[in-house]
T-cell receptor, first 119, second 111 residues
Framework: GAGVSQSPSNKVTEKGKDVELRCDPISGHTALYWYRQSLGQGLEFLIYFQGNSAPDKSGLPSDRFSAERTGGSVSTLTIQRTQQEDSAVYLC?????????????????FGPGTRLTVT | EDQVTQSPEALRLQEGESSSLNCSYTVSGLRGLFWYRQDPGKGPEFLFTLYSAGEEKEKERLKATLTKKESFLHITAPKPEDSATYLCAVQATGANSKLTFGKGITLSVRP
């Protein structure tokens, strides 16, 4: 079946502009995650959506970052007033659910990422 | 704070030369440890989940093992197509099912 898709694959923007990154999760997956991968750094958690629950925004680095998930499916990550330090690959992942009974974790499947370059 | 440390940062092997990649972790309570493979310009590809110390999983030339402090990814008789960055991540107990990743190990296998 279709995997996680993200668009655009590459985005170049000028400092101070707003950008929107899109994620289409695997059909039927109720949990959706955004991560950021900077050069030389590990993947960094940004935000987590589970069904209709309020998202966990604990990883967002500043109030310039926000995300929404419409209809329990597609998600958009928005970065306002972009800065050069925002340049990174933004990865989206989905899993069947966030947590199962007994706390057994579900594996997260990643999209190809959006490479954001702020000039 | 959950922490994951992977070593070495980079590893160069000759085709057929077996080796192991290390992932050390500190977590308040472990729900699962995950291994991913990432090729250049692509998103991470899921390989294994390990849940408890003593558990082992295998897939082709790869075998992952888990203790209470670390995990190893053993690569037996690697081929050039095994060249990639291997990522280790932990998921802690708690309401958030986020993954905490190490920085990865870049493996290069020469023919």
């Amino acid at each position: 079946g279709a995997g996680v898709s993200q668009s655009p694959s590459n985005k170049v923007t000028e400092k101070g502009k707003d950008v929107e990154l899109r994620c289409d999760p695997i059909s039927g997956h109720t949990a959706l995650y955004w991560y950021r991968q900077s050069l030389g750094q590990g993947l960094e958690f940004l935000i987590y959506f589970q069904g209709n629950s309020a998202p966990d925004k604990s990883g967002l680095p500043s109030d310039r970052f926000s995300a929404e998930r419409t209809g329990g499916s597609v998600s958009t990550l928005t970065i306002q007033r972009t800065q050069q330090e925002d340049s990174a690959v933004y990865l989206c992942a989905s899993s069947l659910r966030g947590l199962a009974g007994g706390g057994i974790p579900y594996e997260q499947y990643f999209g190809p990422g959006t490479r954001l370059t702020v000039t | 704070e959950d922490q994951v440390t992977q070593s070495p940062e980079a590893l160069r092997l000759q085709e057929g030369e077996s080796s192991s990649l290390n992932c050390s972790y500190t977590v308040s309570g472990l729900r699962g440890l995950f291994w991913y493979r990432q090729d250049p310009g692509k998103g991470p590809e899921f390989l294994f989940t390990l849940y408890s110390a003593g558990e082992e999983k295998e897939k082709e030339r790869l075998k992952a093992t888990l203790t209470k402090k670390e995990s190893f990814l053993h690569i037996t008789a690697p081929k050039p197509e095994d060249s990639a960055t291997y990522l280790c991540a932990v998921q802690a107990t708690g309401a958030n099912s986020k993954l905490t990743f190490g920085k990865g190990i870049t493996l290069s296998v020469r023919p």
